[in-house]
């Protein structure tokens, strides 16, 4: 059984930055996907980014497009997400999960890591 550790959130003024990393325990994490999920309060879960097992392929949502950067280093078992130009309507907490392939359906991730809260004042 993968475990995932986030770690990095905290609070940050408007237009400001923060990265994310997400730790994977096991021998095979460059076999799989990973994203990145968040879900604000009274919101459901939404897909953030996702990167292949290689690092090739990288896919967003729109929302964080040109503001978000996922990468990954396999050599440490962790992948992150660089937020840049953050906004309020970022606030949420930010999931890291690993799957077969890359993919912004959460229900193709099996491991999920326990969140980290991310707070943008205005």
């Known amino acids: 059984q993968v475990q995932l550790v986030e770690s990095g959130g905290g609070l940050v003024q408007a237009g400001g930055s923060l990265r994310l990393s997400c730790s994977a325990s096991?021998?095979?994490?460059?076999?799989?996907?990973m994203a990145w999920f968040r879900q604000a309060p009274g919101k459901e879960r939404e897909f953030v980014a996702a990167?292949?097992?290689?690092?090739?392929?990288?896919y967003y949502a729109d929302s964080v497009k040109g503001r978000f950067t996922i990468s990954r280093d396999n050599a440490k078992n962790t992948v992150y997400v660089q937020m840049n130009s953050l906004k309020p309507e970022d606030t949420a907490v930010y999931y890291c999960?690993?799957?077969?392939?890359?993919?912004?359906?959460?229900?193709?991730?099996?491991?999920w890591g326990q969140g980290t809260q991310v707070t943008v004042s205005s």
């Open positions: 999960a690993l799957g077969p392939v890359v993919t912004k359906d959460a229900g193709a991730f099996g491991s």
């Open positions: 096991g021998r095979t994490f460059e076999r799989y996907a």
């Open positions: 990167i292949s097992g290689s690092g090739a392929n990288t």
